[in-house]
């Protein structure tokens, strides 16, 4: 059983360029949820996608959107990088029809914006 | 808005029990969970408590959850050079538009030989 997957592990940008990072989510899980972790913090969430629709968004431009596609998998679009977007981007899945939302995380993808 | 704190560094010695703490201001919580990072990865989960319960063990790990004083600890039994990584604290509560997760900063805990 193939847990989340991230693509890709690292990449390599300079500011104004865009960037899109891929999560495909553990089998049978069909919420995904970004997380942006900066260098020495706790992850910080960005939003969550269920059935092809963000359902939460938290303290994030627009610049920051995303996609979700009838197989569960999540797309994360960043537009006009900063310097300050630099992180380790983490999706997590989770599986919104149980009670229990326990998320469960990919390895993430780094981020360097120069 | 929520949040949620921690220490940020903890050492102990091969052998000792760890305990790392965590304060949360959400009274609305439903869970709460601990998760592992190790250098260069992302995050796995150790194990969780749901709010109506104050304690929770899963072999090494011990969890108390303080509901008044919105306090949760993890205690490691015997911990091992292979425990060191980054622990965060995280709390959930379900509103309409679904689930909400908050993470602490995380405690970096030292296992010193």
New interface residues.
Partial sequence: DAG?TQSPTHLIKTRGQQVTLRCSPKSGHD?V?W?QQALG?????IF?Y?EEEE??RGNFPDRFSGHQFPNYSSELNVNALLLGDSALY?C?S?S?GGR?????????TRLLVL | GEDVEQSLFLSVREGDSSVINCTYTDSSSTYLYWYKQEPGAGLQLLTYIFSNMDMKQDQRLTVLLNKKDKHLSLRIADTQTGDSAIYFCAESARDNYGQNFVFGPGTRLSVLP
Avoid: D, K
Avoid at chain 1, 41 to 45: A, D, V
Avoid at chain 1, 100 to 108: A, L, M, S, W
């Fill in positions: 989340v919420t949820s997380y913090q706790g992850p910080q969430f969550q269920y359902r939460q983490l997590a989770s919104a229990r939302e326990t998320q469960y995380f990919g390895p993430g």
